[in-house]
């Protein structure tokens, strides 16, 4: 297939995740531009969360950067009730405030995430708002792990 030159390829056991950066697009350390997932997987969508903690209260009320690490915690539990983790990530959509500064949650989405020679596919956008005034960050994900015993 042509993507095999395209892109940098990671054994999932029996399926393979592949990370597609092609001539002609832009190329960003923060994200893949395209993510190939084939074989035998379990593909795993965490739904959009919010900077709340266990009991449903606010962390970090007014501060980006505070929201985004408790909404990063969030994003780990529910992977690692699915048998995932952060590694295993390999779509974003981040949803930011307009008007909020990006800096403060870049930076504590990078201390969270890190660096990753393979990064996912990312999709960053402001809203003017989300579920709640006090939200300023959401964030969902798509994680894919090798599928066990064939289910």
Same mark, same amino acid.
């Given at each position: 297939?042509?993507?095999?030159?395209?892109?940098?390829?990671?054994?999932?056991?029996?399926?393979?995740?592949?990370?597609?950066?092609?001539?002609?697009?832009?190329?960003?350390?923060?994200?893949?531009?395209?993510?190939?997932?084939?074989?035998?997987?379990?593909?795993?969508?965490?739904?959009?969360?919010?900077?709340?903690?266990? *009991? $449903?209260?606010?962390?970090? !009320?007014?501060? /980006?950067?505070?929201?985004?690490?408790? &909404?990063?915690?969030?994003?780990?539990?529910?992977?690692?009730?699915?048998?995932?983790?952060?590694?295993?990530?390999?779509?974003?959509?981040?949803?930011?405030?307009?008007?909020?500064?990006?800096?403060?949650?870049?930076?504590?989405?990078?201390?969270?995430?890190?660096?990753?020679?393979?990064?996912?596919?990312?999709?960053?956008?402001?809203? *003017? $708002?989300?579920?709640?005034? !006090?939200?300023? /960050?959401?964030?969902?994900?798509?994680? &894919?792990?090798?599928?066990?015993?064939?289910?």
């Amino acid at each position: 297939m042509r993507w095999e030159k395209m892109g940098d390829e990671q054994d999932m056991g029996r399926g393979l995740v592949q990370h597609i950066n092609p001539e002609g697009l832009s190329k960003n350390p923060a994200f893949s531009q395209a993510v190939v997932v084939t074989g035998p997987a379990k593909t795993i969508y965490v739904g959009g969360q919010d900077a709340v903690d266990g *009991s $449903g209260n606010i962390v970090g !009320e007014g501060d /980006v950067g505070l929201q985004t690490e408790q &909404v990063l915690k969030n994003i780990q539990t529910a992977l690692a009730a699915a048998g995932a983790d952060l590694a295993d990530v390999v779509k974003w959509n981040v949803y930011v405030v307009a008007g909020q500064p990006l800096q403060p949650g870049f930076e504590a989405f990078m201390r969270g995430w890190g660096r990753r020679p393979n990064p996912p596919a990312i999709t960053m956008a402001f809203v *003017s $708002g989300l579920a709640r005034p !006090e939200y300023l /960050v959401e964030i969902d994900a798509v994680a &894919v792990v090798e599928e066990q015993g064939g289910r």
